[in-house]
């Protein structure tokens, strides 16, 4: 069913990856999810062999500084493949190799990438983002965190919320607020790279969710933390800029991870209404209900997928896509829970009992909405490129 779907995979290199991931996935991934799902447990050796076994960690840094140089093309066909099968576990990857390695990889000096970026490529250090905060999430640039220079060091003070990666990570991106001059607001905000293994760097408790489960979330607390100058990521005050450019990749990979979710969903459901399941003597894809119900779905699934991939190519270090983005991360992640909805609708009771993933995949599609900026954020964000371009 799925290969229906394969619309975009612009090179060889993609095509291998797509078909190399995919069959990865039904093998290792889709037998452990479950468990990892009710136990609520990150599945640490599995995470570590997506970097040892398959060489997926650091896939958009190029390939003299260690990664795989591919592209943003490349994240989306490998996370959106392995979340038909747990998206908890690639929560985790796009966190390491999207919120920590891309981000880091764009911005970082010649000295730190040597220093950092065989240690996260190689996955024996697992890493992750912090920008949220306790009161400051869609209202990113009321963060709190402060880090103040004194001599050779910043001292860090603050507390992250919701860090993916938080409780098994060794290394974050840490955003925090270094000057307060009202004149030059803009430049208020650094990044820093932080080590969790730190004097002052503590780790809040595990978050308990209601999807996701096998990605562990928590705070992280920061308490006169000194931060070596060497780990200030870019210049002072040049924060805004890398953050707002790595969202966007955060949001078409979040977008994948949707796609992923819906693909799977529809599978299961067209499998079970055409092959499976008979009701007054018909398969119940002969119901005009459920026929509405996969047809939907297909063609939601599908348009969704072609606004990702055509974004998606067009996301570089040096062209902005943020209308792109916001669209592909809104249509999607609505198409996710529609079409999960309607794949527990069609299983009937058994979609409802965890003998199918299709409970999961819709209490795992829900986080999708909210992280990475809310569905809200990007009506918000729509709206405000539509009024630059009508306006
Ligand atoms: C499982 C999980 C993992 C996460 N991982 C990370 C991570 O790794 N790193 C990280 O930094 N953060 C992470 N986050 C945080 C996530 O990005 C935030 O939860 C998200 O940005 C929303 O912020 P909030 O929770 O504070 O909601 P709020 O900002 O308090 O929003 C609450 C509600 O109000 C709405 N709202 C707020 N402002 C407006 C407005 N102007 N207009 C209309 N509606 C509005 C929102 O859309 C939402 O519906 C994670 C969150 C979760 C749940």
Redesign the pocket.
């Known amino acids: 069913m799925t290969q229906r779907f394969d619309l975009y995979n612009p090179t060889e290199a993609h095509a291998t990856i797509r078909e190399m991931v995919r069959s990865w996935g039904e093998e290792h991934v889709e037998p452990q999810a479950r468990e990892h799902d009710e136990t609520e447990k990150f599945n640490e050796g599995l995470f570590r062999r997506l970097g040892s076994e398959l060489g997926l960690f650091g896939v958009t840094v190029a390939e003299e500084h260690g990664g795989v140089g591919l592209d943003a093309v490349a994240s989306v066909i490998i996370i959106e493949e392995l979340s038909r099968f747990d998206p908890g576990l690639m929560l985790s990857y796009l966190?390491h190799d999207i919120?920590f390695v891309n981000n880091f990889y764009h911005t970082a000096n010649p000295e730190q990438r040597e220093h950092y970026l065989p240690r996260v490529i190689s996955g024996e250090w697992i890493a992750?983002?912090?920008?949220?905060e306790p009161g400051?999430?869609?209202?990113v640039l009321g963060m709190t965190t402060r880090a103040v220079r004194q001599g050779d060091s910043y001292v860090l003070n603050g507390t992250?919320?919701?860090?993916?990666n938080a409780p098994c990570g060794d290394v974050f991106l840490v955003y925090a607020r270094t000057s307060d001059d009202p004149d030059n607001c803009r430049q208020a905000w650094s990044s820093f790279v932080v080590e969790r293994g730190w004097p002052g760097v503590s780790v809040g408790r595990k978050e308990e969710?209601m999807g996701?489960k096998s990605?562990p979330?928590s705070q992280l607390i920061f308490e006169d933390v000194e931060v070596p100058v060497e780990n200030l990521v870019g210049t002072e005050g040049s924060a805004l800029i890398h953050m707002m450019r790595n969202l966007e990749i955060e949001r078409v990979t979040l977008a994948a991870q949707s796609a992923g979710i819906a693909l799977r969903c529809l599978d299961d459901m067209a499998r079970y209404a055409i092959t499976e399941r008979k009701a007054f003597g018909k398969h119940l894809s002969e119901f005009g209900q459920i026929q509405r119900f996969l047809a939907e779905s297909y063609a939601e699934t599908a348009s969704g997928r072609a606004l990702l991939y055509d974004v998606s190519r067009r996301i570089s270090s040096d062209s902005r896509q943020s209308l792109g983005a916001a669209a592909a991360k809104l249509a999607l992640t609505g198409t996710a829970e529609r079409v999960a909805r309607r794949a527990i609708q069609t299983l009937g009771g058994y979609g409802y009992t965890r003998e199918f993933p299709v409970e999961r995949m819709l209490r795992d599609a829900i986080?999708l909405s909210?992280?990475?900026?809310?569905?809200?954020?990007m009506h918000?964000n729509i709206v405000s490129d539509l009024r630059r371009i009508y306006g």
């Open positions: 966190a919120l992750g983002m912090a920008m949220s400051a999430g869609t209202d992250k919320a919701w860090i993916t969710k996701m990605s979330t986080l909210i992280g990475g900026g809310t569905n809200e954020a918000k």
